[in-house]
Protein backbone atom coordinates (compact mmCIF):
# COMPACT_ATOMS: atom_id res chain seq x y z
CA UNK A 1 0.00 0.00 0.00
CA UNK A 2 3.22 2.40 0.10
CA UNK A 3 3.64 2.53 -3.26
CA UNK A 4 -0.17 3.12 -3.92
CA UNK A 5 -0.16 5.89 -1.09
CA UNK A 6 2.66 7.41 -3.11
CA UNK A 7 1.48 7.34 -6.43
CA UNK A 8 -2.17 8.63 -5.17
CA UNK A 9 -0.67 11.52 -3.29
CA UNK A 10 0.93 12.67 -6.62
CA UNK A 11 -2.81 13.19 -8.24
CA UNK A 12 -5.17 15.43 -7.78
CA UNK A 13 -7.90 14.36 -5.24
CA UNK A 14 -10.60 14.12 -8.32
CA UNK A 15 -8.25 11.88 -10.26
CA UNK A 16 -6.85 9.73 -7.54
CA UNK A 17 -10.62 9.12 -6.55
CA UNK A 18 -11.27 7.98 -10.30
CA UNK A 19 -8.44 5.98 -10.20
CA UNK A 20 -9.17 4.08 -6.96
CA UNK A 21 -12.67 3.22 -8.39
CA UNK A 22 -11.35 2.34 -11.41
CA UNK A 23 -9.00 -0.32 -9.62
CA UNK A 24 -12.18 -1.92 -7.55
CA UNK A 25 -13.74 -1.99 -10.43
CA UNK A 26 -10.94 -3.88 -12.22
CA UNK A 27 -10.14 -6.39 -9.37
CA UNK A 28 -7.68 -8.67 -9.35
CA UNK A 29 -5.59 -8.93 -12.21
CA UNK A 30 -2.99 -11.57 -13.77
CA UNK A 31 1.08 -11.16 -12.63
CA UNK A 32 1.66 -11.26 -16.05
CA UNK A 33 -0.35 -8.07 -17.08
CA UNK A 34 1.28 -6.09 -14.42
CA UNK A 35 4.66 -6.98 -15.54
CA UNK A 36 3.61 -6.04 -19.00
CA UNK A 37 2.67 -2.69 -17.54
CA UNK A 38 5.58 -1.97 -15.76
CA UNK A 39 7.51 -2.85 -19.02
CA UNK A 40 5.70 -0.17 -21.18
CA UNK A 41 5.61 2.40 -17.73
CA UNK A 42 9.27 1.95 -18.01
CA UNK A 43 9.90 2.31 -21.74
CA UNK A 44 7.60 5.55 -21.39
CA UNK A 45 9.84 6.91 -18.45
CA UNK A 46 12.90 6.41 -20.45
CA UNK A 47 12.08 7.80 -23.66
CA UNK A 48 11.21 10.80 -21.78
CA UNK A 49 14.42 11.08 -19.87
CA UNK A 50 16.13 10.41 -23.62
CA UNK A 51 14.38 13.22 -24.54
CA UNK A 52 15.41 15.72 -21.55
CA UNK A 53 12.00 16.24 -20.24
CA UNK A 54 13.61 14.56 -16.80
CA UNK A 55 16.59 13.18 -15.53
CA UNK A 56 16.32 9.69 -14.11
CA UNK A 57 19.03 9.71 -10.91
CA UNK A 58 21.07 6.20 -10.25
CA UNK A 59 19.29 3.90 -7.61
CA UNK A 60 21.96 4.59 -4.90
CA UNK A 61 22.03 8.37 -5.84
CA UNK A 62 20.91 10.63 -2.81
CA UNK A 63 18.54 13.54 -2.62
CA UNK A 64 17.96 16.54 -0.41
Do not use: T
Not at 32 to 42: G, L, S, T, Y
Not at 45 to 64: H, P, R, S, T, W
Amino acid sequence: DGIKDKFLSNMSQRAAEAFKEEMQYLGAVRVKDVEEAQRRIVEVVQGLADQGVFQVGEADEMIE
